[in-house]
């Protein structure tokens, strides 16, 4: 069975930064992000193929965010610059066999890290 636990998620103001990171027990074709906000249905927010050559990200946060991997630690990362407050959500870590542009591609999921931005 897999396991994926994220880490790095907590209180910050508008405009700081924030680094989530998670860790696989197993290796994935695809890692990547996903977030679900109080009340709202989960988003996509980015993917990541093993090389690093195909990578993709949610409108919302093109230009803000950067995902990166270490393949060798079995862990993803996710760079969160110039941060909103209706970027406040739960932000689950994702890993499967397809990086496309959206959810379709993940099939494992980790317990999910809050991030709260808010002054």
């Known amino acids: 069975q897999v396991h994926l636990v994220e880490s790095g998620g907590g209180l910050v103001q508008p405009g700081e930064s924030l680094r989530l990171s998670c860790t696989s027990t197993?290796?994935?074709?695809?890692m990547g992000w996903v977030r679900q906000a109080l009340g709202m249905e989960r988003e996509f927010v980015a993917t990541?193929?093993?090389?690093?050559?195909?990578?993709y990200y949610s409108d919302s946060v093109k230009g803000r965010f950067t995902i990166s991997r270490d393949n060798a630690k079995n862990t993803v990362y996710l760079q969160m610059n110039n941060l909103k407050p209706e970027d406040t959500a739960v932000y689950y870590c994702?890993?499967?066999?397809?990086?496309?542009?959206?959810?379709?591609?993940?099939?494992?999921w980790g317990q999910g890290t809050q991030v709260t931005v808010s002054s």
């Open positions: 990541m193929g093993r090389s690093g050559g195909r990578t």
């Open positions: 197993a290796s994935h074709y695809a």
């Open positions: 994702a890993a499967g066999l397809q990086v496309v542009p959206g959810m379709g591609g993940f099939d494992a």
